[in-house]
């Protein structure tokens, strides 16, 4: 797995206090902090998690932090299938974002894998490891979710977390835990 080392950590604090010397604009030094500050975050969350010494955190190919509470069996997703989940969606702090335990009747979100209506890139990312029964936690870091966006679900938009009423500051990275219900191929006539 990448890690976040001190001398990164140096190269950041660097970087933020050259931009808030050298920049005009207020807003852009904030953006830097909030940015710097969400990964600093993120390590430290990956720390707390590995130094329990229960789980291996790894790292997909986009950047996604995970690990596998119940590893799954059978086959995995492919692109137009429907994908049965229970999910549980929090900030780095615990905060609870958004749930499929409330968002749905019977706590199962269900959706077609791959499709156009879901654009947070480690999402998509994730659900191509899970298969039926797997239980994961993933950290999805803010530039492969809303990155430096405010996001809210009351516009016309469409998002994972349907059915609620919550709003994603900017620089805000997911964590989402999810159990893989089932995995229906499409129906071909």
């Not at 976040?4 to 604009?25: H, L, P, Q, R």
């Not at 852009?28 to 955190?57: Q, V, W």
């Not at 016309?156 to 159990?179: D, G, R």
Request: glycine share 6%; charged share 25%; aromatic share 16%.
């Amino acid at each position: 797995m990448k890690r976040f080392c001190f001398k990164k950590f140096f190269m950041i604090a660097v970087t933020i206090m050259f931009a808030a010397c050298s920049s005009e604009d207020a807003s852009s030094d904030a953006e830097i902090f909030a940015e710097a500050r969400e990964k600093i975050d993120i390590e430290k969350y990956l720390a707390k998690i590995e130094a329990g010494g229960k789980y291996k955190i790894d790292t997909t190919e986009l950047g996604v932090f995970y690990y596998f509470k119940e590893h799954g069996v059978g086959d995995y997703p492919r692109s137009g299938d429907t994908l049965s989940i229970v999910f549980d969606t929090f900030n780095l702090f615990g905060i609870l974002l958004g749930s499929s335990r409330v968002s749905q009747n019977d706590s199962i979100y269900r959706f077609v894998y791959k499709s156009a209506d879901h654009y947070v890139r480690g999402w998509d990312e994730m659900m191509g490891y899970l298969n039926k029964g797997a239980r994961v936690e993933f950290i999805v870091p803010y530039e492969l979710a809303f990155g430096a966006d405010r996001f809210n679900n009351t516009g016309t938009t469409s998002a994972i977390l349907v059915n609620q009423v919550y709003e994603v500051p900017p620089f805000t990275s997911l964590i989402f835990k999810v159990l893989m219900k089932d995995i229906v191929p499409p129906v071909v006539f």
